[in-house]
């Protein structure tokens, strides 16, 4: 009788616990899309990670909830990505439907002709027969140099290719719906003149728009533009990139990069709700109706940085991050491809 007993309590306990499971990821609100799909208004970003840290990561991730995973063929970590997504689809944990997963087309392949064709291989580094998202890295492209993601001349300039035609570009990335190996289709780092030429252009409309927001740069009227238009916002280095030092360091560079965590009116408000500064923002993004994804491979930190539903700031602490907004972009390209703000299509000219 007591083993009988113990074993109803034991399956009372695992019941319990996958419901609770399963209740913690219901719990994270979608946003619609104008392709009539859902995306999570919080995903898991992946830049700057690779390895055994993001295979480790990404298992955390999924467990605690994440299910939009943002990857890029430049990143180089679509293969650890795959991996992760394919062993929980095989184990039944999650099935393909679950996930929302984005990638991004590289400057070197950003012509026509390199659409169809970094798409399959992204597909292929991923395991998977469609992505849910397909996003235009960069308006800018280098010149295809064999497999280098990063090709430069021998004066460390980067060896772009001028002649990009963003609207015979989108006309391919169209076609990549029509095929069904992906569900949408968006942008990335463009600047307001260049998605307006693509709406009028386009057959089919760029579902996001993503691009670098966090308090001190919250580009409001590029924002609002893209909300007037039904494209959703997705941010990235939503915390300020804290890691961004250290990834410039790689390249011989020095940044001068703000400590937006150790902001003290973000400090002030966090410690109201006993929440931390990173919560804060992440909650701020997705209040506003934007898709913060913010990267970690520490595992409490991910876990934490999507615990920000079961709070919600006031009028009066949203309007105090707004007033943060000092237009200081942490990232503009030309610090890492050296003569890239000459491309015709650089998105940061007037900036
Ligand atoms: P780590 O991977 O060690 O957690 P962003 O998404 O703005 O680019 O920020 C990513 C950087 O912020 C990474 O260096 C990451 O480091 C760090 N980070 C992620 N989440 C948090 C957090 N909750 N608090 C502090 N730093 C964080």
């Not at 001068?256 to 923002?281: E, F, H, N």
């Not at 237009?327 to 003569?339: C, I």
Request: charged fraction near 25%.
């Amino acid at each position: 009788m007591k083993k009988v007993c113990s074993l109803i309590w034991l399956t009372f306990i695992a019941i319990s616990y996958f419901c609770r499971g399963l209740q913690s990821v219901s719990e994270i609100p979608n946003f619609p899309l104008n392709n009539g799909k859902k995306i999570p208004s919080i995903g898991y970003g992946t830049w700057m990670a690779n390895g055994q840290d993001l295979e480790n990561a990404l298992e955390v991730a999924l467990e605690d909830g994440y299910r939009y995973i943002d990857t890029a063929f430049l990143y180089g970590n679509e293969k650890v990505v795959g991996k992760v997504l394919n062993r929980w689809i095989t184990d039944g944990k999650l099935k393909r439907e679950d996930l929302y997963i984005l990638t991004k087309l590289p400057p070197s392949g950003n012509r026509p002709e390199g659409v169809s064709k970094y798409l399959k291989k992204s597909l292929e580094n991923l395991q998977l027969d469609y992505v849910d998202m397909y996003l235009i890295h960069v308006p800018f492209a280098f010149n295809e140099i064999g497999d280098n993601l990063f090709p430069f001349h021998s004066n460390k300039t980067i060896n772009m290719d001028s002649s990009t035609d963003l609207k015979a570009i989108w006309k391919e990335m169209e076609k990549q719906v029509d095929a069904g190996l992906t569900k949408g289709i968006g942008l990335s780092n463009y600047n307001e003149t260049q998605i307006k030429k693509v709406l009028e252009y386009s057959r089919i409309k760029p579902c996001t728009l993503q691009i670098e927001l966090h308090p001190y740069l919250q580009q409001n009227k590029l924002v609002e533009f893209c909300k007037k238009n039904e494209i959703l916002v997705i941010a990235y280095s939503p915390l300020g990139s804290p890691g961004l030092t250290k990834f410039f360091e790689n390249f011989q560079k020095k940044i001068d990069r703000p400590d937006i965590l150790g902001d003290s009116t973000l400090k002030a408000i966090a410690a109201k709700y006993s929440k931390t500064t990173a919560q804060v923002l992440l909650r701020f993004f997705t209040q506003n109706g934007i898709v913060p994804i913010p990267k970690s491979t520490n595992p409490s930190r991910i876990k934490m940085n999507i615990e920000i539903f079961d709070f919600q700031l006031n009028d009066q602490e949203m309007n105090e991050i707004k007033a943060l907004d000092k237009g200081q972009r942490l990232l503009n390209f030309s610090e890492l491809f050296d003569g890239i703000d000459k491309h015709p299509e650089y998105p940061f000219k007037s900036q």
